[in-house]
């Protein structure tokens, strides 16, 4: 058991500098844990293209005064349109009314740009010991301890693994897992771009037979787009084709959407292959735990994989906050959060299925539902997942 010594400070050590590792350090810090964040990578170099960090996150970020100054980064959501391959429109969903509601914005963002604003709010008092693979983590007597592969090793009173996909963390705490594949692949970008349906913070969801594209605003006349298609699943983790091909998959889509694609060079253009893992009912042991992917990778049907990740590192926090025992502190924060995300992991995984469906039939149905499903059963579907759920 690992117990706080009144007068004492305790050490958090966080495995991984992603979303969900820099807000933990940041929140814990604010409730009076010290963090040593150890991150892989020899650089934080911005990198990476958009994402939209929902309702939730941006609620949790506030109560520890992580402020994404829109103005300055990002765009907040207006508009999110669901349309056909023509960009015919199918529904309008009402994700401003409810972050209107909330009193907290949705909000389209670079990745850099995120990890600006978290690197800013983490401050330079212990940096990020960057080059710092983990390697090996073993409970001892009053903590846990970390080696890593250059063979430097560290000490803390709990160690939160938030090391993404492929966690070591979890790696140890479960042993070999193999990832679950639908069989697509996503391309993304970000492009500097107009176009007269590129509106103010726009989300406009486009979808075809077996492939979707996603064009969103992230402020300062840039364009964040995706795009899936289905594929053998080697094929979609393998991929290496070019833009022609990807041009190709969207020709005869909406004009936005061969457009954005014209205009990107194609080195701008990533791919990653869709994939998850089943929810894992168990994050942690001891001193150890899990957060965002490492605990909980899901599709990106919701958009909330950061958001989750975000949620996870205020809510663990919360729980570490004012307890004696911390692997109680850490056992209090999986409760907390495991049926919210199991939710939004099995609800990722479905949407996605109906998404990426090339079948005439169920795609008619899945186009009536959302053409018709009554505005206040989609506007109550949306808040449970978008309401910060401390
Ligand atoms: C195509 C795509 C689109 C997405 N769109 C959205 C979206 O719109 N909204 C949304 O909320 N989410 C979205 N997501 C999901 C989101 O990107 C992830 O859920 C989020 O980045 C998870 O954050 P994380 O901090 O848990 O992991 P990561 O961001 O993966 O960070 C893990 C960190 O750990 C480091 N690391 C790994 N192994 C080790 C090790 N052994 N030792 C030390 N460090 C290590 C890595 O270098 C990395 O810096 C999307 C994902 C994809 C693939």
Redesign the pocket.
Known sequence: MTRATAGNKHKAII???????LTAAVALRRVGIDVEV????SVLRPAGTG???MSN?ISALGLHGIDLELERRGRAIETFQLCDSLGRPVRKLPLKEISDHLGAPSVNIHRADLQGALLEAYGDEAPVQLG???MHIRPVAGGVRVRFTDGREAHGDVLIG???????VRHQLVGSEKPREPGYV?W?AVVSFSHSQFTNGCVRHYWGPGQRFGLVDIGHGRAYW?GTRNMSAAAARGWNGGKDEIARAFAGWADEVQEAIRVTPEEAIIS?PAQDRPFLERWGEGPITL????AH?ML?SL?????T?VEDAVVLARSLASVTDLSQGLRDYEARRRARVRRMVQLSHRLSQIEQDERRLPRMVRDAYFRWVPMPLLYRQNLSLLAYAS
């Open positions: 495995i991984g500098a992603g979303i969900g590792g150890y991150e892989r990578a994402l939209s960090l996150a710092a693979s983990a938030a090391d993404g996909f492929h966690s070591v996503c993304l995706w990653v957060l965002g992917d490492a990778p990106t958009g909330q994989g950061a958001g990740a």
